[in-house]
């Protein structure tokens, strides 16, 4: 994950909040605030973002791993490794339908869950071209799944923890049906060592189009 990422996601949920604050306010007719209230709730969401993202990418990168390795030796990750998938690191790696899946635990997704994540990877070229925004934005739409994630190069689905440790059979069934609706789009197979250069080049591409 790009550290940004880390930001990010308490920088967009503060100032959603704060939004919805300041509309309330506006509409109940009770707005009275100074720009230098504005600019001190413009420092606090700041301010909240980084430190509470801190936190997330340190116990992220130093602790998580750790984590991670542990959660691979239970269920339900146990039974993937038995049809063949294999320990990389942290996660498992492995095939389904001959696309490559990258199964792994997160210990917090975005609704602040621990759960299963699977991803299961492709070229992120359509019709010869570099996947757009507009194309994963618009496959996003078409789904009803909301724990289900079109990102550039992968179609990622997440099994949380809440009522318990997902099912490994549901798992597998779920990953079939991504793999079928990548297929059906015409989209091709990639290694996980390719789709590692493709997510770096993608990465850095934006970087540099933020910054220039």
């Known amino acids: 994950m790009n550290i940004l990422q880390y930001y990010r996601k308490f920088i967009i949920t503060f100032s959603s909040l704060v939004s919805i604050f300041f509309i309330f306010i506006l509409i109940s007719g009770n707005l009275k605030i100074s720009f230098e209230g504005i600019q001190n709730v413009t420092i606090l969401v700041i301010g909240l973002s980084i430190l509470l993202g801190t936190i997330y990418f340190i116990y992220d990168t130093y602790f998580g791993p750790v984590e991670r390795i542990k959660e691979l030796k239970k269920y339900p990750f146990t039974e993937f490794q038995k049809i063949g998938f294999k320990n990389e690191k942290d996660y498992l790696i492995g095939k389904i339908n001959g696309y490559t899946v990258i199964i792994g635990y997160s210990w917090r997704n975005n609704k602040g869950l621990p759960c299963v994540f699977g991803m299961v990877l492709f070229e992120p070229k359509f019709n010869g071209k570099i996947l757009s925004n507009y194309f994963i934005e618009k496959w996003q739409k078409s ?70």
């Open 143 to 212: 789904i009803k799944d909301e724990y289900n994630f079109w990102e550039y190069g992968s179609l990622k689905t997440e099994w949380s923890f809440l009522k318990g440790k997902p099912n490994h059979t549901l798992i597998i069934e779920k990953l079939k049906k991504n793999s079928n609706l990548i297929s059906n789009k015409g989209i091709k197979k990639i290694s996980v060592e390719n789709w590692k250069n493709e997510i770096e080049n993608h990465t850095k591409t934006n970087a540099n189009t933020v910054y220039n």
